[in-house]
């Protein structure tokens, strides 16, 4: 007789949509390394890579582009109601770039981590570079759709900063991510 498996994959969605919100969140706050400023969610935004890799192997393709979807809807619903709460007028262009970095990387990812799970012997290697390439994609998708608002001083010592630190989180992950088993 066949135990059917409890559907634990909303825990994993949960945390995905809790990650994202967070990086919001902190993106306001930032700290200099070699004189440039940085902001705090660069170190949160390789997570949401393993998280995603995670729920793709361990339940499907389909879960996690559900995961995506929810999570995206969950934070124009908090940047939404954060606006009603400060008394800001909601813009969507105000949002627009999150949303669009988000989902640009996010599917950047999924295509890699599906194509490394079954079609290759993933290592950590092609992991990292499915992670830093997703990295890329969040902030120069990030960048080009905020450039008017943007400061350009010092805009490639930021970004080659931002990708080393996003590189070095993301090298312990893609050694975690290799051992992830497929199925539950």
Not at 88 to 115: G, H, P
Request: charged share 10%.
């Amino acid at each position: 007789m066949n135990k059917k498996l409890y559907d634990d994959s909303w825990m994993y969605i949960l945390l995905l949509t809790t990650l994202i919100i967070l990086t919001e969140s902190i993106k306001g706050y930032t700290f200099n390394l070699l004189g440039c400023t940085i902001t705090f969610s660069i170190i949160l935004i390789p997570l949401m890579f393993i998280i995603t890799n995670f729920i793709t192997k361990k339940y499907n393709y389909k879960k996690a582009i559900f995961a995506i979807s929810i999570s995206t809807i969950c934070l124009i619903g908090y940047l939404f109601i954060m606006c009603f709460a400060i008394g800001k007028e909601f813009l969507i262009s105000d949002i627009l770039a999150e949303v669009i970095a988000y989902l640009v990387s996010q599917t950047i990812n999924l295509i890699l981590c599906s194509f490394l799970i079954y079609n290759t012997k993933p290592n950590v290697i092609l992991i990292f570079s499915t992670y830093l390439l997703s990295l890329i994609m969040f902030y120069m998708t990030y960048t080009l759709i905020n450039l008017d608002t943007m400061s350009l001083d010092n805009y490639w010592k930021i970004y080659l900063i931002a990708m080393g630190i996003g590189g070095i989180i993301s090298m312990p992950l893609a050694i975690i991510d290799k051992y992830i088993k497929l199925g539950r």
